[in-house]
């Protein structure tokens, strides 16, 4: 009998090597064998794309890599995460995420949105180019806790600042979160936005800080 | 100021013969609002019109003092050609490129080039534009471009797909960049044929900071070389990004110059390429062209480095984003000529 030990490698190391059969195989097994799809997904498939992180920044990996080992995750965590119990999973929250109208550039946005399904939130993405109003219009009938932007050139980016004034006037309890290369934390401050993050790497525990913080500010005045 | 008009000027630099100063020109685009005001018109319609494209572009280069006009301004003309739509988002206040928001081929078999596709879409735009300016403005030398072939196809198809191809199908992926490249080879020479004066392969899609340099030398250098070597002269190489690990290997790719942006280490670059190659850069597009809170002595010092650096042209280090702050932009054009007067690593002075 496979141990589970043995599956977590298989499923961690399928992920650094983009070798999605071998991860399916091994998320499979590990399903028929009865071992918890939390753990499995948490310490094999994610902590395969911390690997892959460090790769990347130490220019080991390059992009056409990093994305060919999101596939490898995607493929394992489509077997797992239909088994992982609900109260378990306690689906963390919901974010809508999207690169603003007129940017099309959506590979670092891709990157950021694998790291919201790892961690096992409901993401709904609206792709790339979007108009500014869809943001708004899908917070709203989702009641996400957490809208991200991504923006890549430095015009789309002033984009963000109207989103954030809109979602603000109707929902001032979501948290927003910007992203990008031109982005930097004094432009996300600037703008309005509750939260920014570097890199993918970072930007789901920024977002929990992000929602932990907002509700603190909630609750203090609510008790005032 | 100086003897020479920019086209002399332009002209006699990319042949590495000695010139009055520096000029300030580019191999991209040099559109900047104050010229689309002149013209009468919005950001999104200077890309459809021959005479607003051609106008805006001379407009640019007279209040700011190029020593060049760049034409066209987006990266869809092609991929419209072959029956793409795109987006130009007519009604934004915003400056926004026309993007191509759906593309009709999804696999790289799909791909396949029509004979006629300078008669499709709007690239019939641009020999009328070309002759517009011939004739408005003939001291000022037209610049051309053509995307390299790795960054046309994700014009094509989707970017993702083909990244990922380059390690599962390269073969497909080679076809696929042969395609393209036999495609580019021939809309430059029509360019030139049209009467351009310089051309420009731009290829951004493949620096350091997405594709290995292993992959670069592989895949993608052998049909940049290729390109150039099927154009005429003047003809230069431009790639942004992360170039610091590709600089030696542009410099075989048989451009007559390269380009680069402000993530260059010009004065490493300038050591290993040597005195003789022609290298230009890499003004900051956005801190200091666009940024309201740089100061006209900020732009004025950045260009100084630059040029301390050992360039032979300062250049923008990717399209000008439109929106500029004006004092800043004129400083940075003036600078170039006031303190480019002493002779630059590659080319003399008169
Ligand atoms: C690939 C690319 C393209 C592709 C995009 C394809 C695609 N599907 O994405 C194509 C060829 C289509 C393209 C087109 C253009 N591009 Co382009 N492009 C690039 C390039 C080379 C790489 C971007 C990239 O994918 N990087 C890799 C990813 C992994 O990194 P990333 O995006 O930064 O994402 C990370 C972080 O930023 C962060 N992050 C990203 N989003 C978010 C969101 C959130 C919420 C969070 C928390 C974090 C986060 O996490 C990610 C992972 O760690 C850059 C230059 C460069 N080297 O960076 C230029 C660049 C972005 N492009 C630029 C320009 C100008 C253009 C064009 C306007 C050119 C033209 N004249 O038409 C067009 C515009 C198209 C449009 N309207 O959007 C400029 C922007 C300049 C500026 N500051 O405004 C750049 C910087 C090039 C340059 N040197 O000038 N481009």
């Known amino acids: 009998m496979t141990t589970k030990e043995e599956l977590l490698k298989q499923l961690k190391e399928g992920v650094i090597n983009y070798n999605e059969e071998q991860v399916k195989e091994a998320a499979s097994k590990a399903i028929e064998l009865g071992y918890p799809a939390l753990e499995m997904i948490m310490d094999g498939l994610a902590a395969g794309m911390e690997v892959v992180g460090e790769l990347y920044e130490r220019n080991e990996y390059f992009v056409p890599e990093v994305l060919m080992c999101a596939d490898a995750l995607y493929a394992g965590l489509d077997i797992l995460r239909p088994h992982v119990p609900k109260q378990e999973s306690g689906v963390v929250a919901q974010v809508v995420i999207g690169s603003v109208q007129g940017d099309v550039h959506d590979i670092g946005k891709n990157l950021v949105k694998m790291m919201f399904d790892v961690a096992g939130w409901q993401v709904h993405d609206l792709g790339r180019d979007v108009p500014l109003e869809k943001f708004v219009e899908e917070q709203l009938r989702t009641d996400a806790e957490v809208v991200a932007m991504s923006a890549m050139m430095t015009t789309t980016m002033l984009g963000m600042k109207k989103v954030i004034k809109m979602i603000k006037e109707k929902n001032p309890n979501v948290a927003i979160m910007l992203g990008g290369a031109p982005v930097t934390k004094d432009v996300a401050k600037l703008f309005g936005a509750d939260g920014y993050a570097e890199s993918a790497g970072n930007a789901v525990q920024e977002a929990i800080k992000m929602i932990a913080r907002l509700r603190e500010m909630q609750q203090t005045k609510a008790a005032n | ?350």
């Open chain 2, 1 to 350: 100021m100086g003897e020479l008009t920019p086209k002399e000027r332009v002209l006699r630099l990319l042949r590495k013969e000695p010139i009055d100063t520096m000029p300030f020109f580019s191999g991209m685009g040099m559109v900047v609002m104050p010229g689309i005001e002149k013209v009468g018109c919005k950001f999104a319609q200077i890309h459809t019109d021959a005479s607003r494209m051609a106008m805006s572009a001379i407009w640019s280069s007279r209040l700011m003092g190029f020593d060049c006009v760049v034409i066209p301004y987006d990266m869809t003309m092609e991929s419209e050609a072959v029956g793409n739509e795109i987006s130009l988002y007519e009604n934004s206040e915003d400056i926004l490129y026309p993007t191509i928001p759906h593309k009709k081929w999804k696999t790289m078999e799909e791909v396949e080039i029509p004979k006629d596709i300078m008669e499709r879409g709007r690239l019939p735009l641009l020999p009328k534009a070309i002759k517009i300016i011939k004739e408005e403005a003939p001291e000022l030398p037209i610049g051309c471009w053509q995307l390299g072939p790795f960054t046309q196809a994700g014009q094509m198809l989707e970017l993702d797909m083909i990244l990922k191809a380059v390690f599962k199908e390269k073969k497909k992926v080679e076809e696929l960049l042969d395609k393209l490249t036999d495609m580019i080879i021939e809309l430059g020479k029509w360019l030139q044929a049209s009467g351009c004066d310089y051309i420009t392969l731009r290829e951004p899609g493949v620096a350091a900071d997405l594709l290995s340099p292993r992959t670069f030398k592989e895949l993608i250098q052998p049909r940049l070389t290729r390109i150039l070597d099927a154009w005429k002269s003047p003809k230069l190489l431009h790639i942004c990004g992360q170039t610091d690990p590709l600089i030696t290997m542009m410099a075989e790719c048989h451009a007559d110059g390269l380009t680069v942006d402000i993530k260059n280490n010009i004065k490493e670059s300038r050591k290993k390429l040597g005195p003789d190659v022609l290298l230009m850069g890499n003004v900051d597009t956005y801190k200091i062209t666009c940024d309201p809170s740089t100061t006209v002595e900020q732009a004025v010092e950045h260009i100084k480095w630059i040029i301390d650096n050992g360039v032979d042209a300062v250049m923008p280090g990717c399209d000008l984003w439109p929106a500029i702050v004006f004092e800043n932009m004129k400083a940075c054009v003036d600078t170039t000529h006031e303190y480019g007067r002493r002779p630059s690593p590659a080319v003399g002075r008169l």
